[in-house]
């Protein structure tokens, strides 16, 4: 019987699939997921859902023995719940993530850090599609915006001083560095003696000319940036699982696309938002005669049949 198990990802495709696998050889589970509504709605399988609060972690969900937490685990405590747009729209809130992005704020402040270092888990299961949630922040555009904009010779100052912001958050290589480094610390404070990666191969390991799931007939930039990401991180848990004082470290790297988390008929989400229907009034043309269409809300969400690939991630552009 294991004393306490946290399931990174728990409410995902994989980690719910691991969570119903451990939890009756488990005294106490801890699942993270990156919003409240995947964390209750993982929960609901486990009894009457109550709240809780920790004085660091803050609110909590727990239903019998399974204990639920939300945010971003590769951001700060302070940031873990902050919606992309308002992070990127706020200048002191993109300085605080490019500091955490590079690895310039105090490893003590990461919520994945906190996590550990309060649940002191004994075995922690890693089922996050790290690969993604690094390589999607899309460093290409962002380089391009830049060099775009330099290259007209615009002197605007704060055009600039953006586009570099939102440049450095997009970095992926200082952001996975920086991840182990906070699973290095934070496993090592936790007494952590097992962690088990559920990796990925960033394309399902196939080939350079077969069609991908993302609507591409070859694979782009971004997409093989995820290849990258996930091989680079393989070699980085070697690494570290030859540390001073690690615990064992193992990684499960699956070669295979998962396809789909569950199918159903309901409310067609994005970013854990219902779709507002909207209908459009008369197009209308403007001075120079380009058209301009304008949509009134009709107070109703678009519902249809469904495929949830499971897929959750934290872009920048």
């Known amino acids: 019987m294991f004393r306490k198990v946290l399931i990174v990802g728990g409410t995902g495709l994989v980690g719910r699939a691991v969570l119903?696998?451990?939890y009756q050889k488990s005294r106490r589970v801890f699942i993270v997921g990156l919003r409240r509504d995947e964390v209750e709605e993982t929960l609901k399988e486990f009894g009457k859902i109550k709240r809780g609060r920790d004085e660091v972690l803050g609110e909590y969900l727990y239903a019998g023995k399974v204990f639920g937490f939300w945010g971003d685990i590769f951001l700060t405590l302070?940031?873990?719940?902050k919606p992309k747009g308002e992070i990127l729209?706020?200048?002191?809130?993109?300085?605080?993530?490019?500091?955490?992005?590079?690895?310039?704020?105090?490893?003590?402040?990461?919520?994945l850090y906190n996590l550990l270092v309060r649940l002191k888990p004994e075995i922690v299961i890693d089922t996050v599609n790290t690969a993604t949630a690094v390589a999607y922040?899309?460093?290409?555009s962002a380089v391009e915006d830049v060099y775009k904009y330099i290259s007209l010779g615009d002197g605007n100052y704060e055009t600039l001083k953006e586009k570099v912001e939102n440049l450095l958050l997009s970095l992926y290589t200082p952001l996975l560095i920086r991840h182990f480094f906070v699973l290095r610390e934070g496993l090592k404070r936790?007494?952590?003696?097992?962690?088990?990666k559920v990796g990925?191969?960033?394309?399902?390991?196939?080939?350079?000319d077969i069609p991908y799931t993302h609507g591409e007939e070859r694979p782009s930039r971004v997409l093989l940036s995820k290849t990258a990401m996930a091989g680079a991180s393989s070699l980085l848990y070697v690494i570290l699982s030859r540390a001073n004082d690690s615990p064992i470290i193992k990684e499960i790297k699956p070669a295979a696309a998962i396809g789909w988390k569950k199918m159903g008929v309901g409310e067609i989400r994005k970013g854990?938002?219902?779709i507002k229907i909207k209908k459009p009034q008369k197009v209308k043309l403007s001075d120079g005669g380009?058209?301009?269409?304008?949509?009134?809300?009709?107070?109703?969400?678009?519902?249809?049949?469904?495929?949830?690939?499971?897929?959750?991630?934290?872009?920048?552009?």
């Open 190 to 196: 936790a007494g952590t003696r097992l962690y088990l």
């Open 290 to 317: 380009i058209p301009i269409l304008k949509c009134d809300e009709t107070g109703e969400v678009l519902k249809t049949a469904f495929i949830d690939t499971g897929e959750k991630r934290f872009i920048f552009p």
């Open 272 to 274: 854990g938002t219902p």
């Open 137 to 140: 922040r899309d460093q290409f």
């Open 89 to 111: 729209e706020d200048e002191n809130l993109r300085l605080k993530a490019i500091e955490e992005n590079l690895g310039f704020s105090d490893v003590k402040e990461n919520f």
């Open 20 to 22: 119903r696998k451990i």
């Open 200 to 208: 990925t191969t960033g394309t399902g390991g196939m080939g350079w």
């Open 78 to 81: 302070s940031l873990k719940d």
